[in-house]
T-cell receptor
């Protein structure tokens, strides 16, 4: 059974810092890995999707990497802003379903 | 249009009520999902519909009854719920047969009194 772990569980940084969120998974037989953002009480917004054959994806200040063989992914956020404060969820796709990590709660203070 | 819509946004119901949650997408996706999310927890998969047929049911209690009337609509019928069923209910859709992004709706915040 796939298990997804996210470290750290919570992170507080001052505005402007670069930061890295970590995600690890136990079964490397995945189709893709997706990073989501969730604001309190809201739905999930897809940030980046990395196919199993890819090593990284970039969108604006976000960069996600995938090392399938070691079961790891990182989400790099450059020049963090208070508006980046949210919970970030990592999810791996096996077949038609997603397995989620518990998320990293990020707080960026002005 | 990459939008999944859900109605209502909020729902308060008693344990004897019958209500329904609605989800709609117009992206031509053929797979649709219901998730349940408790506070500070990740979403938990409840049901998966693929080509309007139920393909995965993660052993959800029968007081939750999904329905997929067509490829754009997904309903979740609720009956005789318990207070512990209070949660955020998320709908998602995914396109095609292969691996692809799941698009999530904003969710319905359900409170069972």
């Amino acid at each position: 059974k796939q298990e997804v772990t996210q470290i750290p569980a919570a992170l507080s940084v001052p505005e402007g810092e670069n930061l890295v969120l970590n995600c690890s998974f136990t079964d490397s037989a995945i189709y893709n890995l997706q990073w989501f953002r969730q604001d309190p009480g809201k739905g999930l917004t897809s940030l980046l999707l990395i196919q199993s054959s890819q090593r990284e994806q970039t969108s604006g200040r976000l960069n996600a990497s995938l090392d399938k063989s070691s079961g790891r992914s990182t989400l790099y956020i450059a020049a963090s802003q208070p508006g980046d404060s949210a919970t970030y969820l990592c999810a791996v796709a096996s077949g038609s379903t997603l397995t989620f990590g518990k998320g990293t709660m990020l707080l960026v203070s002005p | 249009d990459t939008e999944v819509t859900q109605t209502p946004k909020h729902l308060v119901m008693g344990m004897t009520n019958k209500k329904s949650l609605k989800c709609e997408q117009h992206m031509g996706h053929r797979a649709m999902y219901w998730y349940k999310q408790k506070a500070k927890k990740p979403p938990e998969l409840m049901f998966v519909y693929s080509y309007e047929k139920l393909s995965i049911n993660e052993s959800v209690p029968s007081r939750f009854s999904p329905e997929c009337p067509n490829s754009s609509l997904l309903n979740l019928h609720l009956h005789a719920l318990q207070p512990e069923d209070s949660a955020l209910y998320l709908c998602a859709s995914r396109g095609g047969e292969g691996p692809d992004t799941q698009y999530f709706g904003p969710g319905t915040r359900l409170t069972v009194l």
